[in-house]
């Protein structure tokens, strides 16, 4: 194990000026919220709209930790229900072969400890995408992104498709070279695989007790690996990713790895700049629990209703053992709870954390 940095609160360095940027940032969600709730006459969320697979799964931490590792929810072996939500980025609902970057949201059910200010009930969430970084720097940065994703919500998905088939020709000769592109990946040039395959991360860090780490979520059954960089037709449905995740899980279940990446220099591994890639050199992603998803049903009206417009999905909802940290966090504190709140109210859906 490389030597983890413990935590301190000089990691974190907030601006005076984010509760304005805050500010912009609801009244954006809104606005997507808004235009998209006129289109479909359902609140949806304001990113990650599309749902792909409702899962429910057990979370099994392992033994034998080292003390590092050993915090928060993986201090001590024991298994707890989970729920994952599979998505897509953008905040409206797109055919899927408007290609964007892929999220994983995932909910531990029945966690004890002390909580984070607001969080009821005795879950932790951890919420993901399939890139290891972020792809603004700080909540001045995704309020840009963010605008862009408000002005183009009602923009007709023959402009997407177009757009979007034009960047996953760029990302694919990016690729060839050996490189990628966060921006042409979130443009729409996300390429066009299997859901499954993915490896899901927080992008951004949280407190791991004592230390700090990011996370991450990745295929370690067989079956999903086979399904890493498997091409898929997106274009064969409107609902491809979701058929294709209903298809796996008719006949058969998998398994994932949860990973923790500890934070051991702080030079290399910011805490503020949420599009810092940590480099795995220095500290890699170690195992500290295993996620099965037995065979089922990943969509259906009633996982719909308790599971899509019944949670809510927010890094604060936790233990104060995982404190979301930096400033990409700190604006999801803000703005979450005001998302979900608005589906709430327009879909009469009160929303609720599973016992």
């Given amino acids: 194990m490389p030597q983890a940095v413990r935590y301190t609160p000089d990691l974190e360095a907030p601006k005076p000026e984010e509760a304005g940027i805050h500010d912009e ?3 954006t969600f809104r606005k997507i919220q808004e235009t998209t709730f006129a289109d479909y006459g359902h609140a949806v969320r304001g ?14 931490v392992q033994g034998g930790l080292p003390p590092e590792l050993a915090q928060g929810v993986f201090a001590r072996p024991g298994g707890y229900d989970a729920v994952l939500r599979l998505s897509t980025n953008p905040g409206d609902i797109l055919d899927d072969s408007v290609s964007t970057p892929r999220g994983l949201a995932l909910k531990i059910v029945g966690v004890e400890g002390e ?65 990628k592109s966060a921006t042409v990946i979130g443009l729409g040039g996300q390429p066009a695989t299997h859901i499954l395959g993915e490896t899901f991360y927080t992008q951004v860090p949280v407190r791991w007790g004592d230390y700090v780490a990011k996370l991450s979520v990745a295929p370690a059954s067989p079956n ?54 940590w480099p795995e050199e220095e500290s890699p992603y170690v195992t500290v629990a295993r996620i099965a998803v037995p065979r089922q049903e990943t ?55 599973p016992r």
């Fill in 115 to 179: 909580r984070l200010p607001g969080a009821e009930g005795r879950t932790q969430d951890f919420v993901m995408a399939n890139a290891p970084a972020f792809s603004a720097k700080d909540a001045a940065a995704f309020l840009g992104n963010l605008k862009l994703l408000a002005a183009t919500t009602d923009t007709p998905q023959i402009f997407k498709k177009g757009v979007s088939a034009l960047m996953r020709g760029i990302e694919s000769l990016l690729e060839a070279l050996g490189t």
């Fill in 224 to 277: 999903l690996t086979a399904l890493t960089g498997k091409s898929l037709d997106l274009g064969a449905s409107p609902d491809a990713l979701r058929e294709a995740v209903s298809a796996f899980f008719a006949d058969q279940g998998a398994e994932w790895e949860v990973r923790a990446q500890l934070l051991t220099n702080p030079e290399t591994m910011p805490v503020e700049d949420a599009s810092a890639v």
């Fill in 299 to 353: 969509w259906n009206a009633e996982k719909r209703r308790s599971l899509d417009d019944g949670l809510a999905f927010s890094p604060w909802h936790g233990i104060a053992a995982h404190r979301p940290l930096g400033s990409i966090m700190r604006a999801r504190q803000a703005v979450y709870p005001k998302s979900a709140g608005f589906r709430a109210e327009h879909n009469g859906c009160p929303i609720h954390e």
């Fill in 25 to 27: 940032m609801i009244a």
């Fill in 47 to 60: 990113v990650h709209a599309k749902a792909h697979g409702l899962l429910k799964g057990r979370l099994e």
